[in-house]
Each structure stands twice: as structure tokens, then as C-alpha cells.
């Protein structure tokens, strides 16, 4: 049996006389005018040369070698591989191992004749030397798009981004789920606990379902604060960022620490605000320490917050100061009573939240989709399983991301109100947990620089 074996590489598809296409009809062409009709095609198409790791190439050597092929026929040499080291290896000790002659359409050579054999290492380095000088244009050229501010392009754009006339375009469903992963990571949760809360909602992005991967991946790449990097070198990107830079310098200080997730302490009964106290000086979080009171030894120990980068060597030391807990929670339970109802809707946003109108345009984009499938149905593109079965599909994400406006649109209101008729008896008498979950439910977070102390609510 007669192997043709084709490949193109991405960068290539687009030039004349190396589609996948051209070389198939060429090849086939040539064979029949060799008077050989039994043949068999291997297609690798947008892979390398660079390397054999690939799908085609890996069956035709393992038809080789079971004895199945008498003569591998490429378009040209460098089809077969561009590594000098890979194409000798190949042809010595796989075909010609074997008995197989090879055979290269455009040089005009095979292995069966003197010539042919001699020839093939002089093209093998020269067909490395192309590679080469290739990889090193690609690379100039992508340093000198970062340079001007643009991402470097890629088979793989941002999450949250749409890679559109050269540039990137935030895509607003994926960046609201950009957002809510960073949320989510400062109020403690891990990439896998992140992962699963955003699949539990039905939501995806454009290369798929959330993994713990893909999140920390998010949580690290600074084109989200509106910055481009290659090669090692940064510089101020052209695009629109998705998360201001207190924030991710503030999840990139939690990430460093040994066991990259947030710091925790186990909880202290009287440290309500424990997990919710950050630095404004360093962004790092608060923690919990116990200090001996007085300068006398074996004093009485007192519990204090105090900023985690005060307490690692390995990092500069944050000089924000410290606040015993008592003192401190009493002064935000004070807040806490303070507030009124009426003050609540006050402050309260009065327009829907912005995921809802951003949900409701990836909706809208199902809806045309269900339409498409049906209209592509009725030309008889899709058989009736085919289509229920993407229709199915279709529907379980609509229905997650319907749950999930019902949800925003109605939760705050009456649960805050609640919370707050029965505020002043949880805090004179409830227990810690009970407190605790008070805090939870009213408070996102409180930002600390020396004593002044600033209160972001769950309502804002």
C-alpha cells in the first residue's frame, strides 16, 4: 500500500500550494502517473514540523512497522518534518528499517536510488534552517506588537476578551464571570470551590467549562488590569481592563503565600470580622494574633487583628497598625445597629445589577441559536436526535442563567429587612455564630489604614 502523508501548519494553510487540499490532489496526480493505485492518505493539519508528536504521523509509523506500507510519498520534504535529527530518524531507521521507500514529489528524489539517500540531509538542514528563521520572525514580531500595546495573538485569547481586527474586545458575559472569580477567590474560596460554583450555574467561556486551572490562570494573567507581556517584558496594553489593579495586586498577594489560597486562621470567638479585614496600605489581609498585654511576662493575653505582611519575613514589612478585637468589633457592631431600612434602600443601587443585562444578552444569543438549529433542521443539516439533544443542551443553560436573574432580581430586598428588624437582639444576645452570620449577611468587607476604617456593605 502506497501512504501520502499531508501536512500543514497553521501559519501555512494560507499559502498557495500547501493546503491540505492542493497537496491531496497533487499527490494523488502523481501517484496514478507512478501506476499506483492502492493508497492510503495520513492528514495532519495545523501541526508543526518541528517535532513528531503528531496524530497522522504517529498512525503511518505504526502502519510501517506492521508491515502494512511499501512506499511514503510527501508533497515535499519538509512536509515530512522540519528537525533535520526527526527527518533522518525517520527515514532510516523507520522507513528504510522497514523495506519502505520514500519518495518527495516537488525535490524530485526518492530512497531507492543513491542520489535520493544523499540528498536527503543536505534538504533536511536547510528545511530546519527555515524553521528556525521562521520561529525567529514570529518572535519579533509578537515582541514588537507588545511594544505597541497589543496582545501577541494566539490560538488561545483571554477569557473575557474576543480577538477581533488584530486586537482584543471584551466580551461581557465572560467578563462578568472574570469579575465574580476574583469576588469570589477574596472571600476565600479555592479554583476548584471557584470551578464548581461557576459550573453549578451553567456557566462557560469560550474554550469551555471552568477548571481549577483555567481560574488560577485568570487570577494571574495581568492582561486583566489592561497590561501585555512577552518575553518577559510588560508594557501598557491598548485595551480595555477588566480589573482595576488594587485588586489583582490584592489577590496576587494572597496567591504568593505558600499554600496559594487565602491565609486563614482557625476562628477566634470574639474576631467577628476575622476573613474580612483587609490593609489598605499592601492589600493584604488582616489575621488574628494574641499578644501579651502590658510589658510584664505572663501578662494577660489579648486578641488583635493585624495585617499578615506585618508578620512574614519574606516579604516587606507592612507597618499598618495593629487593633485589638474587642475594640475593633464593637466599633463596627455599632455601624451595624445604627443602621436603619430606609437607609439601606438609600444607598441601596436603585438600577438592577449589571449581570442582569449582560445574562439577558447571552440569552438572547440562545434564543437565535434555537432558531438556527431548527431553520438548519428543516434543510435536513441535522437528523431529530441530533437537534434535541443540542436543543437539550441549549435549554439547561437557559434555564441556569433564568434562575440566576430571578435570583438577583429578588433576593436583597426583603432578606435585608429581615436581617435588620432583629439586628439590636442578635447583637446584645446571640451567640458568636450568630453574630458572626449577622456580619456575613451585612458586610463585603472593611478596608483598614491606621484608624481609619472604611465599611463596604453587601448592599452597596
Same mark, same amino acid.
Given at each position: 500500500m502506497i501512504a501520502n502523508y499531508i501536512r500543514v501548519s497553521t501559519a501555512e494553510q494560507m499559502k498557495e500550494g500547501y493546503s491540505i487540499g492542493e497537496q491531496q490532489e497533487r499527490l494523488r496526480?502523481?501517484?496514478?502517473?507512478?501506476?499506483?493505485?492502492?493508497? *492510503? !492518505?495520513?492528514t495532519d493539519g495545523g501541526y508543526s514540523g518541528g517535532n513528531m508528536n503528531r496524530p497522522a504521523l504517529q498512525e503511518l509509523i505504526k502502519d510501517v512497522k506492521a508491515g502494512k506500507i511499501s512506499r511514503v510519498v510527501? +508533497?515535499?520534504?519538509?512536509? #515530512?518534518?522540519?528537525?533535520?535529527k526527526d527527518t533522518l530518524e525517520l527515514i532510516e531507521d523507520v522507513?528504510?528499517?522497514?523495506?519502505?521507500? +520514500?519518495?518527495?514529489?516537488? =525535490?524530485? +528524489?526518492?530512497?531507492?536510488?543513491? +542520489?535520493?539517500?544523499?540528498?536527503?540531509g543536505i534538504l533536511a538542514v536547510f528545511a530546519q534552517l527555515e524553521r528556525e528563521q521562521i520561529k525567529e520572525r514570529v518572535t519579533i514580531g509578537r515582541e514588537a506588537r507588545a511594544k505597541e500595546g497589543k496582545w501577541h495573538g494566539g490560538n488561545s485569547t483571554p477569557v473575557g476578551y474576543d480577538y477581533i481586527n488584530g486586537g482584543l474586545v471584551v466580551n461581557d458575559f465572560e467578563a462578568m464571570q472574570i469579575r465574580n472569580i476574583y469576588e469570589l477567590y477574596l472571600s476565600g474560596m479555592t479554583f476548584t470551590e471557584i470551578a464548581n460554583e461557576l459550573n453549578d450555574k451553567g456557566l462557560t467561556h469560550k474554550h469551555g467549562r471552568w477548571l481549577p486551572q483555567r481560574v488560577r490562570r485568570v487570577l494571574t494573567n495581568p492582561v486583566y488590569i489592561g497590561v501585555v507581556t512577552f518575553g518577559g517584558q510588560t508594557s501598557a496594553g491598548i485595551h480595555e481592563a477588566?480589573? /482595576?489593579q488594587k485588586t489583582f495586586e490584592r489577590v496576587a498577594a494572597i496567591i504568593k503565600k505558600p499554600t496559594g489560597k487565602p491565609y486563614k486562621r482557625r476562628p477566634i470567638s470574639e474576631a467577628y #470580622? #476575622?476573613? *474580612?479585614?483587609?490593609?489598605e496600605r499592601c492589600g493584604a489581609r488582616y489575621?488574628?494574633?494574641?499578644?501579651?498585654?502590658?510589658?510584664?511576662?505572663g501578662g494577660r493575653k489579648l486578641s488583635y487583628y493585624c495585617c499578615s505582611n506585618r508578620l512574614h519575613k519574606?516579604?516587606?514589612?507592612?507597618?499598618? *497598625?495593629?487593633?485589638?478585637?474587642?475594640?475593633?468589633?464593637?466599633? !463596627? #457592631?455599632? =455601624?451595624?445597629?445604627?443602621?436603619?431600612f430606609a437607609d439601606v434602600l438609600k444607598y441601596r443601587k436603585q438600577t438592577e445589577p449589571d449581570n442582569v443585562a449582560v445574562i439577558e444578552s447571552k440569552l438572547d444569543k440562545i434564543n437565535k441559536q434555537r432558531s438556527r438549529l431548527f431553520d438548519l433542521f428543516s434543510v435536513g443539516t441535522f437528523d431529530v436526535d441530533e437537534l434535541s439533544a443540542k436543543i437539550a443542551e441549549l435549554d439547561a443553560v437557559k434555564r441556569s442563567l433564568e =434562575?440566576?436573574?430571578? =435570583?438577583?432580581?429578588?433576593?436583597?430586598?426583603? /432578606?435585608?429587612?429581615n436581617i435588620i428588624s432583629n439586628m439590636g437582639d442578635i447583637i446584645d444576645n446571640g451567640t458568636p455564630e450568630q453574630i458572626r452570620l449577622l456580619i456575613d449577611s451585612l458586610i463585603n468587607r472593611v478596608d483598614i489604614d491606621g484608624e481609619d476604617i472604611t465599611i463596604y456593605w453587601n448592599f452597596d
Open positions: 496526480a502523481y501517484c496514478f502517473a507512478m501506476g499506483w493505485k492502492d493508497i *492510503k !492518505v495520513y510527501v +508533497f515535499k520534504l519538509d512536509r #515530512l518534518s522540519r528537525s533535520q522507513f528504510t528499517a522497514n523495506d519502505v521507500d +520514500f519518495v518527495s514529489m516537488s =525535490e524530485n +528524489f526518492q530512497t531507492s536510488t543513491p +542520489f535520493g539517500r544523499a540528498s536527503i477588566i480589573i /482595576d #470580622l #476575622l476573613g *474580612k479585614l483587609y490593609c489575621t488574628h494574633i494574641r499578644l501579651t498585654s502590658g510589658h510584664k511576662p519574606n516579604v516587606v514589612r507592612c507597618d499598618n *497598625k495593629n487593633h485589638r478585637c474587642d475594640s475593633f468589633d464593637g466599633v !463596627v #457592631l455599632d =455601624e451595624l445597629r445604627g443602621l436603619r =434562575e440566576q436573574i430571578s =435570583e438577583s432580581r429578588q433576593r436583597p430586598v426583603k /432578606d435585608i429587612k
